[in-house]
């Protein structure tokens, strides 16, 4: 009953996982409106002036540091740092407590993701055997969880619960290998000083963690200066943001067991306090009351890690600026000056769009298969095959890590913008196949 007549004023208690699919179904719908805002823009007589805004240089001077980089760069080697910080803050998460904490529950998504980035690969260079469209075989590798994690939340009366959680396991296993892919194979030529420099910056956050070091600043500093070594060093910058992730603490100062012993102490002082709670209208008039609430705060910062309050901060500014603000800056095309019977007709498009339809469903399906058909892993309560094809499918929407790893592909404008294309269309199709699989699927209590 209390905690009915308490919801109104502070809100229904969320899980975790539930703040989380919000904020992804959320961001889901934002990312398509500021797609769909910036072709209309690109095609537009604003679009010229669009194009040539992102291509402004700004430059930055701090004693001897000196950064120049176009607002396009500014985008997607510096906001988009905190994405990936963000990406490795929840991997970290999902290995120390979610579903890749178990072999046993991780096989299935591991498997899937591995299915899901190498068959599309393979069908990619099946239509770019060589240059110029080899490089982009990255490209239809990567899932875009806001996207997929939207569509499942929207058809969650008609799914198992553990097919959303399937999918984000799916969906951040795939993550970390289009990092590893980024920074393996998308590298520039690498000067070793500053490859030192960050080897160097990166043992000192991690003598930062081992030391018991919480506090924030410390990491802000060394997080930056990390990301200034590998901008220069030929690596992307934005694997700053998954390395500083890892070295970000995960263990909280308190306990569950010493946060309820401290919420029972405090409950005592509230009651033996010198005044009412219910007398006051406010806490200026109830000192014991706010000496309480101050102590509440103080003991709930100090159940929650480190990592777990970055996450949280971190989260929203990531949904609802940094990547509508990619979109924004990467999604673009200007169709006036593409034949669109041909460009979809043009090996770069071709395999992007068959590498992330059917290369998706059939890695993720055939590699999932596999595992539960040799015994290394299983099938999530209540999810049937049906569900799970339906997943396959809508995993072959790679909007946010495909135009990334695009961009990092091509130098090429009119490659760029074959692969744009195929990537919306792809992303549109497996959208709508997954969606009506999913909603003719046989619900799960059937």
Known sequence: MRQCILEPFFGKILSPFERFLRKATAGGILLIGTTIFTLILANSPFGGTLHDFWEQSTRIDIGPLHLEL???QWVNEGLMTLFFLLVGLELKREVIVGEL???????LPIFAALGG??????IYLAFNPSDPGAAGWGIPMATDIAFSIGILVLLAWRIPKSLI???TALAIADDLGAVLVIALFYAKELNTLALGGAVAVLGLLIILNQGGIRRSFPYAVLGFLLWL?????GVHATIAGVLLAFTIPARPAFNPEQFEHRLAQLQENLIAGDQNPKACRHTLECPSMAAVAESLEESARAVQSPQQHMEHTLSPWVTFLILPVFAFSNAGIDFRSLQLSETFTRPVALGVMTGLVLGKFTGISLFSWAAVRFGMARLPGSVRW??????AWLAGIGFTMSLFINQLAFDD???IDEAKLGILAASLIAGIIGSAWLFLAKRPNS
């Open 229 to 233: 070594e590998l901008l220069n060093s």
């Open 117 to 122: 980035m190498i068959v599309p690969a393979l």
């Open 386 to 391: 049906s569900h799970l094809l339906g997943v």
């Open 70 to 72: 176009t607002f396009h």
């Open 413 to 415: 404008p009119m490659l």
């Open 101 to 107: 904490s178990s072999i046993r529950d991780a096989a």
């Open 165 to 167: 959680i399937f999918l």
